[in-house]
């Protein structure tokens, strides 16, 4: 019956193990090591119980062999996970610093692929900074499935030095549970920096399998003697394995052995301790320091440039001062300026372009303002002392003045500004005074925010000009419509009919004139221009129209030309001469 | 007579001009400047602004408030004050000295002064705006002529049309240079410890640059109380409008009623 129930609870725990995420790690005994001391490497991949890896992982300069392979059952709140553990042995052939790639592995149809892992191989004796590249054999603890270590870079350290560390605390992977955010560390003697938390990893110690999860941090001593760097803790919430019912060794045996479904677990609150270290802290040296130290302590290079190397009078140039390499990045104060004479400096901003999580390795950059108040060529030299901790002594680092062409602005406004006492330079470091005498208001300038092409006697000009223009081309229109042929045509009519009618009211002794008149604004009727007949058969045709129109034009060349001998027209001539221009008159004005 | 005459085209001028060169309130100006004989610049500033919201804008006003502003130990206020002197009167020489020594106290480069700033350094706009104005009237006129002139109009409508591409092209030039028209939309950093340029207008996004007081910033939207603008550097992102007040007080176009009035 025991067995029925652990073969069902295995059942159910392979199909539980089918959804849980796969995932894939690789960890490194040691990421430190020397030619011929071997490491081991483990490939752990969890959520699935087979997997297909590549048949061999080849890096130039590392022999790397596989020397087994462990599948591994976890239940922990009726969660299974199944993992399959793979063990390599890394054997270095040379020294240097190499990168094992990701490893392809292939779950089902899935590809996965692993971390990469740098393993850094000394020659003989091993650089191992902290002096550790594992947990100690005392630190283990006769295998405790938890514990911790604080590791230093120096044993030993100067009073401000920046002393990079690790705060290490391994669990073993057969356990799960939640681990806490940061550690708690920190005492008198010394100041730490905020930790900087490192991804976890795999790593084997003594042949077992650990997680390691890391804090960077970085300590300063500031008082000299053997300073004792107290414990670190770490809290957990851990599902420790407990004791198995009476006979179910032998089927966990079955798989892999160990605790196979961490059924039999308890949860726990543990405080992983790292247990207290020594470090000997020694007092700065007061023989050869120079007198452009500052505080910094590590080694450093220092590079200078000058921006813009050109400008003009009474323009600020700036100089960047780099100073790159390890140590008290944050702490270390400024260079200092030499031979500035001539030009008017401002205390020089500074940030830290770091390198690494404590600000231990990078950069730290001062760009210091200057106003020439002479005309200057060079710039002031640059000077930066520190103490380097490795030497055991003070270095100064100098660079020459750099080329540049500064003229010195107004000299008054200039003078007026170094006349500030020095004692009190801000919150104004170029004061302005009230210019006096100041102009009159008014005296200058636009006395609107309105753009000048929006202002109102510009839009008043510009309507007046398009004013005029339309009113003159409006005249211009109005002219050309009065002159069109149309009018000229309406006006003639008019005429005609005015003259005619003034030819029926003509009396006796002036028809012949007022007909004439009426005859002569007929198009055509010009009566001088063309003979008698010409102009008779430029009116009409026919015969009943000529002979009146004859008749009148000879009474009126006898008016005109013979002295006006003849009797007036008789009432039927002057009807049919009436009748003949009236045609004419209503031809006219109809064409 | 002679005075006579000159009176009536100085109150034709004055006409044209607007009548805005009427003092609107002495006495806040002889306050102030009695501060400043005094040395109490601090005390002078508030007389200097109610000053100025109380008369058409001048730039020797703004001159002397950013004057006291720098002297009472406010260098951005100084160096808005300054700006406005000389958007207002480019050719002011005492106020570009002064904006720049304003700058170099705020840690701000002095920008070389391209060719527009130059140009409008040196000539008054009033010549070009006027002398536009005339060629496009007269090239106008020449136009008419040669349309109403029968025979001969040929040499009327090339005058004239080449006046009025000339006064078109004086017109153009002072719209390009025109200070004021070139500080629509751009703003200026009024915080005193400068704003961040986020890369999206939430409080958590990331900086894409850093907005140092007094330095300026154009506009190119608003939404709610993030402007989104673009440096003199070319750096684009948002930030908060309170942080910023627009260069002419007059702008409110995208200002809205978030933006504060330094």
């Known amino acids: 019956m025991g067995h029925l129930i652990a073969i069902l609870a295995f059942l159910f725990a392979s199909m539980a193990a089918v959804h849980a995420e796969t995932e894939v790690t690789l960890g490194l005994s040691s990421p430190r090591t020397q030619v011929g001391a071997p490491v081991e490497m483990v490939l752990t991949v969890r959520g699935t119980r087979s997997a297909e890896l590549p048949a061999s992982i080849r890096v130039d300069g590392l022999e790397i062999n596989a020397i087994g392979r462990q599948q591994r059952f976890e239940m922990r709140n009726f969660q299974t996970t199944s993992s399959v553990v793979y063990t390599y042995r890394i054997q270095p052939l040379r020294e240097g610093d190499f990168t094992i790639p990701p490893v392809e592995v292939k779950v089902g149809d899935a590809s996965l692929f692993s971390n990469a892992v740098t393993l850094q191989v000394a020659a003989l004796p091993a650089p191992l900074p902290g002096g550790s590249a594992g947990p100690s054999t005392g630190a283990v603890d006769d295998m405790s499935p938890f514990f911790g270590e604080i590791v230093l870079s120096r044993r030993e350290a100067y009073v401000g030095e920046v002393i990079p560390a690790e705060l290490r605390f391994y669990f073993s992977a057969e356990l799960g549970g939640e681990v806490g955010d940061r550690p708690e560390f920190g005492g008198e003697g010394f ?3 905020d930790f900087a938390s490192m991804p976890k990893r795999e790593q084997i110690v003594n042949g077992a399998n650990f997680v390691l999860f890391t804090f960077q941090t970085a300590i300063t001593p500031v008082k000299s003697g053997s300073l004792e760097v107290p414990e670190a803790k770490l809290g957990a919430n851990l599902q420790i394995p407990g004791s198995r019912p009476p006979g179910m060794d032998d089927f966990f045996r079955n798989f892999g052995g160990g605790d196979p479904f961490g059924m039999f677990t308890q949860s726990r609150r543990v405080e992983v301790v790292a247990p207290p270290t020594g470090l000997e802290v020694k007092p700065l040296p007061s023989a050869g320091k120079p007198t452009s130290f500052s505080g910094a302590i590590g080694r450093f290079s220092m590079d200078v440039a000058v921006e813009p190397s050109r400008v003009k009078p009474g323009e600020p140039v700036t100089m960047r001062v780099t100073v790159s390499g390890q140590g008290n990045l944050d702490a270390m104060g400024a260079p200092v300026l030499r031979d500035d004479a001539g030009w008017r400096t401002y205390d020089p901003v500074a940030r830290v372009e770091s390198r690494d999580a404590v600000n231990y390795s990078g950069s730290k950059i001062y760009e210091f303002m200057m106003i020439a108040l002479e005309d200057q060529e060079r710039t002031p030299g640059v000077a930066f002392g520190f103490f380097d901790p490795a030497a055991g002594e003070y270095r100064e680092l100098v660079a020459d003045p750099l080329p540049v062409d500064a003229p010195a ?43 000048w092409l929006g202002r109102t006697w510009v839009l008043v000009s510009g309507g007046a000009i398009a004013a005029f223009a339309l009113a003159w081309c409006g ?25 005619l009618e003034n030819a029926r009211r003509a009396p006796d002794d002036g028809f012949v004139v ?64 009436l009748e003949v221009l009236g045609h004419l008159v209503k031809e006219s004005n109809n064409g | 007579m002679g005075e006579r005459l000159f009176r009536i085209l100085v109150a034709v001028w004055v006409l044209c001009m607007g009548g805005q060169s009427v003092v609107a309130s002495p006495s806040d100006l002889d306050v102030a400047r009695g501060k400043v004989a005094d040395g109490d610049h601090a005390a002078a500033v508030p007389y200097y602004e109610a000053h100025i919201a109380s008369s058409p804008p001048d730039a020797s006003s703004y001159l002397e408030l950013g004057s006291a502003q720098l002297a009472a130990g406010d260098p ?74 029968r025979g001969g109009g040929r040499r009327f409508a090339l005058a004239g049309g080449l ?27 009024r915080a005193p410890e400068g704003a961040a340029m986020l890369r999206t207008p939430v409080e958590s996004s990331e900086q894409v640059a850093g907005l140092r007081p007094g330095q300026l910033v154009e506009v190119l939207s608003v939404s709610g109380r993030w402007a989104h603008g673009e440096t003199e550097g070319g750096v684009r992102g948002w930030f908060p409008l309170e942080t910023t007040t627009p260069l002419v007080p007059a702008d409110r176009e995208v200002s809205g009623a978030a933006a504060g009035e330094g």
Request: aromatic share 4%.
């Open chain 2, 163 to 189: 006046a009025i591409v000339a006064g078109a092209g004086c017109l153009l030039l002072v719209h390009l240079v025109d200070p004021l028209e070139r500080a629509r939309g751009v703003f200026f950093v």
């Open chain 1, 475 to 499: 005249f211009l229109g109005v002219r050309a419509f009065l002159g069109s042929a149309f009018l000229r045509a309406a006006g003639r009519r008019r005429r005609l009919e005015r003259l």
């Open chain 1, 514 to 577: 007022a007909a004439a008149a009426v005859l002569e604004g007929v198009p055509g009727g010009d009566p001088g221009a063309l003979d008698l007949e010409s102009r008779l058969e430029a009116f009409a045709a026919a015969e009943e129209v000529k002979v009146p129109l004859r008749g009148l034009l000879g009474r009126l060349a006898e008016v005109r030309y013979g002295g006006g001998g003849l009797p007036p027209p008789e009432a039927s001539e002057r009807k049919a001469v």
């Open chain 1, 191 to 193: 100041t730490v920096q």
């Open chain 2, 76 to 149: 951005v206020g100084g160096a808005l004050s300054l700006r406005r002197a000389l958007l207002l009167d480019p050719m002011n020489q005492q106020a570009a000295e002064a904006l720049r020594g304003a700058n170099n106290a705020l840690g701000l480069s002095s920008e070389s002064p391209g060719i527009l700033d130059t140009i409008v350094s040196h000539v008054p706009l009033w010549i070009p705006v006027v002398g536009g104005l005339l060629l496009i009237g007269g090239g106008v006129v020449g136009l008419l002529a040669a349309a109403t002139v």
């Open chain 1, 409 to 451: 602005g107004d000299r008054q406004q200039v003078a007026a500004d170094t006349a500030a006492p020095e004692a009190e330079p801000p919150p104004l470091t170029t004061p302005v005074a009230a210019a006096t005498p100041m102009p009159a208001v008014g005296s200058g300038g636009s006395s609107t925010w309105t753009p």
